[in-house]
């Protein structure tokens, strides 16, 4: 975590972390598009951190198999803190009995909804804050890192990808309006949107292969209308998620 200049707090994710470079464009290309479908993702800047901050800071290293790798200088990937440490706490696990004090559980839909269409590879991760003295938690959603299929810039669908751990956070999906107003919102938005998005990763993210980037927006484009089609694989798979689903 560090404090950037603007004065907020920000989660940063380094060029040479050890998952892979792409990462961080993943990371940056999947919350915008989260963001202008209006889920609850945390603000998301290129943070530009240089030589004299990492060689005079000891904690900006990696550890790996043993060795302690320097974090690389340069823009990096800069994740707001879902609610300052001087303002309120954050919670990456509610209890069951404490979902019911979640203020927009609704939107773990629409969030499935953006992790089919980027084909997550990974978990469903959120986390959960309050500022201090509120008793409610508000739900955001962080680590876009593994969409597009991490590193691969693929789409290996499986009905079990990209889904939150428990299946209480879908109490509330009764059907397709469920998914609304955010999943009509992925299916109409604009081209333009997600090439807007996709221009403002640096290059230096994805090895300067615009090809590639071009490549993975048109898929991403044309994946579209498969949404619905990849829900409907998870809510018939025997974790059965939807328990009130209500066919119409």
């Avoid at 302690?68 to 990096?76: D, E, H, M, N, V």
């Avoid at 498969?226 to 998870?234: D, K, N």
Wanted: aromatic share 12%.
């Amino acid at each position: 975590m560090m404090r950037c200049s603007d004065g907020n707090f920000y989660v940063v994710k380094f060029r040479n972390n050890p998952q892979h470079e792409r990462v961080l464009a993943n990371e940056l290309l999947a919350t915008r598009l989260a963001e202008a479908v209006d889920l609850p993702v945390p603000p998301t800047e290129v943070v530009e951190v240089s030589d004299w901050m990492i060689g005079h800071t000891s904690e900006l290293n990696i550890q790996l198999a043993g060795s302690s790798i320097p974090c690389q200088a340069g823009l990096q990937f800069g994740s707001r803190y879902v609610v300052s440490p001087l303002e309120g706490q954050v919670f990456d696990y509610l209890p069951m009995e404490s979902l019911e004090r979640v203020r927009n559980l609704e939107t773990f839909a629409g969030m499935l909804a953006i992790d089919k269409w980027t084909g997550n590879a990974n978990g469903r991760q959120a986390t959960f804050w309050r500022k201090m003295r509120e008793r409610k938690y508000t739900a955001a959603f962080i680590d876009q890192g593994y969409c597009f299929n991490a590193g691969e810039w693929t789409f290996p669908d499986s009905p079990l990808r990209g889904v939150y751990a428990r299946n209480e956070v879908y109490a509330g999906v009764r059907g397709w309006e469920s998914f609304e107003p955010w999943l009509s919102r992925i299916e109409g938005m604009e081209e333009e949107v997600v090439w807007k998005a996709a221009n403002s990763i640096p290059p230096e993210w994805y090895g300067s292969e615009w090809a590639a980037l071009e490549g993975l927006v048109k898929l991403l484009l044309g994946r579209r209308a498969l949404i619905r089609e990849l829900i409907t694989a998870f809510r018939v798979s025997t974790r059965n998620p939807f328990a009130n689903w209500r066919d119409n």
